[in-house]
């Protein structure tokens, strides 16, 4: 599968190396790359440029990707990206990473798949204390 | 009517005192909380000190109460995410963010965002409007761009000096709108005649632009 990974943080670099790892054609794309975080193992494309910008999505193969999941440091660039990828270009499939559970609430209100590790975390803790999920979405068994 | 500004930098701060001078109440999100001492000195509004993507803050800022939310930060994914919860969470009838990249403006656009201002593209905008192509300086006015304002003075080769307006056959969508006379404005009728140094200005269709210069100031222009 061809999957491109915007940022090259902690998240988007570990992410494009596990998938890389699966055999998936990934691409990376971040202001910074960071060559270090992709490790040697990594064998996908590497762009530097902004992860919101048409061209540089283009050039990163956004009109024939199958996914793309939106997980760099930044709250709204995801967000911005991850609409540019639906709404332009039509992606099949588009996960956005957003930190703050209050806009990753709203944002999933407005139709975007997103994963937001902090609200995860707090069902998983009060899940594992027997309290119950915070939002019964299914991100942990309770 | 209640406007809250969301990014307090120069565009945030001449807005907020122009609307304040105009009698409407103004609040103010800014991250930076020196910046947001000064703000609340020199303008006397209500500052919030804070992220104004953060729908608490904005909540603070009173984003429910406002007519208009509009996004000045410097970075355009900000000004996005702003709009959106302001259109969506907190139900803004009017949403209007700063673009930096020009290309964004039609996708805000598209991500429901109704309305966008390009200080970049103003300002080359501007620029170009400052310089006479082809003899004649074009003001794009309206956000159609459609159809603008054509300026062009007339010289002594211009085939139209002497002439009456009702004797000149313009391009069929354009109106000539005003003439300067010896640095007095006035509004071109039929009889009016031309004179060679006469400023005049049309409002025309983009595409009747070359017509109306060959009209006007003749084929070798």
Not at chain 1, 63 to 71: C, F, G, H, N, R
Not at chain 1, 95 to 118: A, H, K, M, N, Q
Request: glycine residues 12%.
């Amino acid at each position: 599968m061809h999957v491109i990974v915007l940022g090259c943080g902690g998240a988007g670099a570990g992410l494009a190396r596990a998938l890389s790892a699966q055999g998936n054609d990934v691409v990376v794309v971040d202001d910074v790359i960071d060559q270090k975080r992709l490790g040697n193992e990594f064998d996908g494309i590497a762009i530097a440029g902004s992860p919101t910008d048409e061209d540089v999505l283009r050039k990163a193969g956004i009109d024939e990707t199958q996914a793309l999941v939106a997980a760099t440091a930044d709250d709204h660039t995801n967000v911005m990206a991850a609409q540019v990828a639906r709404e332009v270009f039509h992606v099949a499939r588009v996960l956005t990473w957003i930190s703050d559970p209050d806009r990753e609430e709203f944002y999933r209100g407005l139709g975007l798949e997103t994963v937001c590790p902090i609200a995860t975390a707090v069902d998983q803790i009060l899940g594992t204390l027997g309290q119950g999920g915070r939002r019964g979405n299914g991100a942990c068994s309770s | 009517m209640f406007i809250l500004i969301v990014g307090g930098g120069r565009i945030g701060f001449y807005l907020a005192k122009t609307l304040r001078q105009s009698d409407h109440r103004v609040g103010l999100v800014e991250r930076d909380g020196g910046r947001c001492r000064t703000l609340a000195e020199d303008l006397g509004v209500t500052v919030i000190h804070g992220d104004g993507t953060d729908i608490e803050t904005l909540r603070e800022a009173g984003a429910g109460d406002a007519k208009y939310i509009v996004a000045l930060t410097g970075r355009d994914e900000e000004n996005l995410v702003v709009c959106q919860l302001a259109k969506s969470y907190f139900k803004a009838p009017l949403t209007i963010a700063r673009v930096n990249n020009p290309k964004n403006q039609a996708l805000f656009k598209m991500l429901g965002v109704d309305a966008t201002v390009s200080s970049t593209a103003l300002a080359a905008q501007m620029i170009e409007n400052a310089l006479p192509l082809n003899g004649m300086r074009i003001f794009s006015i309206f956000q159609e761009g459609e159809v603008e304002i054509a300026e062009s003075e007339l010289t002594a080769n211009s085939p139209v000096v002497g002439r009456a307006v009702s004797q000149i056959r313009l391009p069929e969508e354009c109106v000539l709108i005003a003439l300067v006379h010896h640095g007095k404005m006035t509004f071109p009728r039929g009889p009016t005649i031309l004179n060679s140094g006469d400023r005049i200005f049309a409002l025309v269709r983009r595409q009747s632009l070359d017509a109306l210069e060959r009209v006007l100031l003749g084929e070798g222009k």
